[in-house]
Nanobody, 114 residues
Framework: VQLQAFGGGLVQSGGSRRLSCVAS????????IAWYRQDPGKQREEVAR???????TYAASVKGRFTISRDDAKNTVYLQMNSLKPEDTAVYYC?????????WGQGTLVTVSS
């Protein structure tokens, strides 16, 4: 499975942005998908996860502000980010996992200006 992440850019503090993670084929729907982010000098952290069945989990730092969803008909997972803060600035990556298989997409940079 090849993943491509889209939607990064510059946004003002308090604004919103939607990221998309598009998969190359329809087997995408059996994978659990997560969004991670990484700021330079910091460890990559999991931001949100959605299982193949649609269950979601969020990091405490984004809960209530970010929403992960999936549209299997479009082989796409979304990350809706609201009430963005400067500390949300990072490169965001999507990741697909099922059993021992896992795949990373390229990152997309989100910069939140104060």
């Amino acid at each position: 499975v090849q993943l491509q992440a889209f939607g990064g850019g510059l946004v003002q503090s308090g604004g919103s942005r939607r990221l998309s993670c598009v998969a190359s084929d329809s087997t995408f729907n059996i994978y659990h998908i997560a969004w991670y982010r990484q700021d330079p000098g910091k460890q990559r952290e999991e931001v949100a996860r959605i299982t193949s069945g649609g269950s979601t989990t969020y990091a405490a730092s984004v809960k209530g502000r970010f929403t992960i969803s999936r549209d299997d008909a479009k082989n796409t997972v979304y990350l809706q980010m609201n009430s963005l803060k400067p500390e949300d600035t990072a490169v965001y990556y999507c990741h697909a996992q099922r059993l021992l298989d896992n795949y990373w997409g390229q990152g997309t940079l989100v910069t939140v200006s104060s």
